[in-house]
């Protein structure tokens, strides 16, 4: 019997989903749980799998194609099972190109470059390892900082990561890098001198005047949900300048102590803010419209900026856990988003979220609070500078935090005497080991 393949809500607040890739060819036998495709959903890239066994009999949309939640994209079916009418009644238009290709012949698969890709679709189930790869690159290529999305990007177009110029943070490349070198009119062919990484991507100020990319669900999301925050919540905002030399000295002594005892300013900073919040729940809480929640536990938000955008992964009971518990959760968390690779229920449920700029050197900034969230508080670089202390100036780090707080349920001193605890918390370190 034949079993309707569609777009799936894969995420709490998914509505619609690009196809990022079919892993099943059709004529492919398919069992019942096994992954179909890849679909880009608001926040991650997530597995869509088949709920029935047969032939994966038709692909409806293509690659690259993005459509809403509860469309047909597919049908699996017995081989000799007529599926004419199901097809013809499910509304979906046949093979969709993706948004705004270019002029792309056929409704096939990926690559769209004229680079000298090998086979496109048919061949055999097992591609991956002897995929494009043009000679020589793929040494250089490991070494060189590029994100997961980057590098499959390269390989479907027959790229050489050596020879690009990264755009992204510290020279990362990213997804736009590809994009630009697959749509420049001369794709690399042989391998150009791995070591020279000079460009074919163009100069930002030549070529074309502009160019339009379409909007990732991503960046969809974010405009959405931040465009709710900023224009009902009544925001306000308070900032406060923290002495970091107490946190710096202990960190120093944890380090000495060896690798395990490691960790960055950011875990002493989420450990910081998760105790304030419990001794402080009307900071810890979510505007209903009737209603306000206070949490009795502290579910922290942090947020990661990914190629796309940023997601907010969440340290789930913040304030019950150590040091070192969060230091590994916090890069594994993070890692993950940078990879797209979080399931909705690690970044969903915060109950108070920080955003944390100072590796990029900002000193002060304010954060959009996300809804329902009655607060978020943006962290500043740590940066040395002469203060006055008893009396005498003195040179310290010192770090700015500013809380953007939701009016309607927290009060100007209710802030105030939340950022006075987490002072107390930060220029008082060892406070957050008992």
Same mark, same amino acid.
């Given at each position: 019997?034949?079993?309707?393949?569609?777009?799936? *809500?894969?995420?709490?607040?998914?509505?619609?989903?690009?196809?990022?890739?079919?892993?099943?060819?059709?004529? %492919?036998?398919?069992?019942?749980?096994?992954?179909?495709?890849?679909?880009?959903?608001?926040?991650?890239?997530?597995?869509?799998?088949?709920?029935?066994?047969?032939?994966?009999?038709?692909?409806?949309?293509?690659?690259?194609?993005?459509?809403?939640?509860?469309?047909?994209?597919?049908?699996?079916?017995?081989?000799?099972?007529?599926?004419?009418?199901?097809?013809?009644?499910?509304?979906?238009?046949?093979?969709?190109?993706?948004?705004?290709?270019?002029?792309?012949?056929?409704?096939?698969?990926?690559?769209?470059?004229?680079?000298?890709?090998?086979?496109?679709?048919?061949?055999?189930?097992?591609?991956?390892?002897?995929?494009?790869?043009?000679? *020589?690159?793929?040494?250089?290529?490991?070494?060189?900082?590029? /994100?997961?999305?980057?590098?499959?990007?390269? +390989?479907?177009?027959?790229?050489?990561?050596?020879?690009?110029?990264?755009?992204?943070?510290?020279?990362?490349?990213?997804?736009?890098?590809?994009?630009?070198?697959? /749509?420049?009119?001369?794709?690399?062919?042989?391998?150009?001198?791995?070591?020279?990484?000079?460009?074919?991507?163009?100069?930002?100020?030549?070529?074309?005047?502009?160019?339009?990319?379409?909007?990732?669900?991503?960046?969809?999301?974010?405009?959405?949900?931040?465009?709710?925050?900023?224009?009902?919540?009544?925001?306000?905002?308070?900032?406060?300048?923290?002495?970091?030399?107490?946190?710096?000295?202990?960190?120093? *002594?944890?380090?000495?102590?060896? %690798?395990?005892?490691?960790?960055?300013?950011?875990?002493?900073?989420?450990?910081?803010?998760?105790?304030?919040?419990?001794?402080?729940?009307?900071?810890?809480?979510?505007?209903?419209?009737?209603?306000?929640?206070?949490?009795?536990?502290?579910?922290?938000?942090?947020?990661?900026?990914?190629?796309?955008?940023?997601?907010?992964?969440?340290?789930?009971?913040?304030?019950?856990?150590?040091?070192?518990?969060?230091?590994?959760?916090?890069?594994?968390?993070?890692?993950?988003?940078?990879?797209?690779?979080?399931?909705?229920?690690?970044?969903?449920?915060?109950?108070?979220?920080?955003?944390?700029?100072?590796?990029?050197?900002?000193?002060?900034?304010?954060?959009?609070?996300?809804?329902?969230?009655?607060?978020?508080?943006?962290?500043?670089?740590?940066?040395?500078?002469?203060?006055?202390?008893?009396?005498?100036?003195?040179?310290?780090?010192?770090?700015?935090?500013?809380?953007?707080?939701?009016?309607?349920?927290?009060?100007? +001193?209710?802030?105030?005497?939340?950022?006075?605890?987490?002072?107390?918390?930060?220029?008082?370190?060892?406070?957050?080991?008992?």
């Amino acid at each position: 019997m034949a079993t309707k393949v569609f777009m799936e *809500a894969l995420s709490p607040t998914m509505e619609e989903g690009r196809l990022v890739k079919w892993l099943k060819n059709e004529g %492919d036998v398919v069992k019942n749980g096994e992954t179909l495709a890849e679909v880009e959903t608001d926040k991650a890239i997530m597995e869509l799998v088949a709920r029935g066994d047969g032939v994966l009999r038709r692909r409806l949309i293509a690659e690259g194609a993005t459509t809403a939640v509860g469309t047909l994209i597919g049908v699996v079916a017995p081989a000799d099972e007529n599926i004419d009418a199901l097809v013809a009644g499910s509304g979906t238009p046949a093979p969709a190109a993706p948004v705004a290709s270019p002029p792309a012949a056929t409704p096939a698969p990926a690559p769209t470059a004229a680079a000298p890709a090998p086979a496109p679709v048919q061949a055999a189930p097992s591609a991956p390892p002897a995929a494009p790869a043009p000679a *020589a690159a793929p040494a250089n290529d490991a070494s060189l900082r590029s /994100s997961p999305l980057a590098r499959r990007l390269a +390989a479907d177009h027959g790229i050489a990561l050596g020879a690009l110029h990264g755009s992204g943070p510290g020279g990362r490349i990213i997804k736009r890098d590809v994009e630009a070198a697959a /749509s420049s009119t001369t794709p690399p062919s042989a391998a150009p001198s791995a070591a020279t990484p000079v460009s074919r991507v163009p100069s930002p100020l030549s070529g074309e005047q502009y160019r339009d990319v379409p909007l990732t669900q991503i960046r969809k999301t974010i405009a959405r949900r931040l465009a709710e925050s900023i224009g009902p919540v009544p925001t306000f905002y308070l900032t406060a300048e923290l002495d970091m030399e107490r946190v710096a000295e202990m960190r120093a *002594a944890m380090a000495e102590l060896g %690798d395990a005892y490691k960790v960055s300013f950011n875990d002493i900073v989420i450990k910081a803010v998760a105790t304030a919040l419990a001794q402080h729940p009307e900071c810890n809480a979510h505007w209903q419209g009737d209603s306000i929640r206070y949490w009795n536990r502290v579910h922290l938000g942090m947020a990661v900026a990914i190629e796309d955008g940023l997601i907010t992964p969440v340290i789930f009971d913040a304030h019950s856990k150590g040091l070192s518990q969060i230091a590994a959760e916090s890069r594994d968390l993070a890692k993950r988003a940078r990879e797209r690779k979080l399931k909705p229920e690690e970044y969903t449920g915060s109950t108070f979220s920080i955003s944390n700029l100072g590796m990029f050197g900002i000193d002060q900034f304010t954060a959009i609070i996300n809804p329902p969230e009655a607060g978020i508080l943006a962290v500043g670089g740590i940066e040395a500078k002469a203060v006055v202390v008893g009396g005498d100036v003195q040179v310290r780090r010192r770090m700015r935090v500013t809380m953007s707080c939701d009016h309607r349920v927290i009060d100007g +001193a209710a802030g105030a005497r939340f950022l006075q605890t987490l002072r107390r918390l930060v220029e008082n370190p060892l406070l957050l080991v008992y």
